[in-house]
């Protein structure tokens, strides 16, 4: 195989609790995530040429190692061997440091796409072994769908699908730092946690209602704080029909679940309309694993 194209989703947390910092700085967590239909396009190509060969649409972008897609290719074609190379050509669509995992999720797509180029033969698993050594997130975008993350987030469990319905995303002019998040994070005592369990028993019971009434999110004490705009774009959405809005990751986009798209289409106007996002999309969840 010459040539591929993939989709790389991006993500939502229904769920994020975070229980406590391990001696290596890495936390432990609790979240349920979900994927969404808005995704980057990727185009492998292999080349004669030995070594990888990044291009992306977004100028501030790296395309060398600091760039997750490119350390993915790397990773196993120094593990395998390859004397071949590769071209990949990224189209990014998913806000880039917002909370969505678009990174991971380019690293993932490449690391399927870089397994049946050169058919290396690994499974699922061994593609997810291989992928948190890039980041916590890697693993389930591999995986994709309703899924119970634990430990540093390497740890899966399938769930049941959400159920049907619309999700208003809204990524407000503010990029956020993951790590800060959680360095701060370590100085507050969390008081709430969100209600996971709650979550998972709506999502056994098809209860769309449950799910968004049992939403939390932790780490949203600490962004809200610096970017309050988060707290606006949430307060928006509720009051346009929203189930529940929250946070995602450690930010800054906030999602909107909502029962009816005309109304999540008019809780995205009204966001744009008071310039709280430049970045508004309306979409639904993805629940099917296969690429």
Sequence with gaps: MDKLELKALGKINLGLDVLGRRENGYHDVRMVMQTVYLYDQIWMVKTKEPGIRLTTNLFYLPVNENNLAY?????????????????????????????????????????????????????????????VQLGADVPYCIMRGTVLAEGIGEILTPLPPVPKCFVLLAKPSVSVSTKLVYE????????????????????????????????????????????????????????????????????????????????AKKAAFCIREMQLARQTYVTGVHNTRRR
Aim: net charge neutral; glycine share 12%; proline share 3%.
């Design 71 to 131: 350390r993915a290719a790397d990773l196993l074609m120094k593990e395998f061997g390859i004397r071949e190379g590769v071209k990949i050509i990224l189209d990014k669509h998913i806000p880039v440091a917002a909370g969505m995992a678009g990174g991971s999720s380019n690293a993932a797509a490449v690391l399927f796409g870089m397994n049946r180029m050169f058919s290396l033969g690994l499974s699922q698993r061994e593609l997810m072994d291989r992928g």
């Design 184 to 263: 701060k994070l370590d100085a507050h005592e969390i008081v709430e946690h969100p209600d996971i369990d709650g979550i998972i028993d709506g999502l056994k019971g098809r209860n769309l209602y449950k799910v968004a009434s049992s939403m939390g999110n932790v780490l949203e004490t600490v962004t809200v704080e610096v970017y309050p705009v988060i707290h606006e774009i949430k307060t928006v959405m509720k009051k346009n029909g929203a189930l529940n809005a929250m946070m995602s990751g450690s930010g800054p986009t906030v999602f909107g679940v909502f029962d009816d798209k005309r109304k």
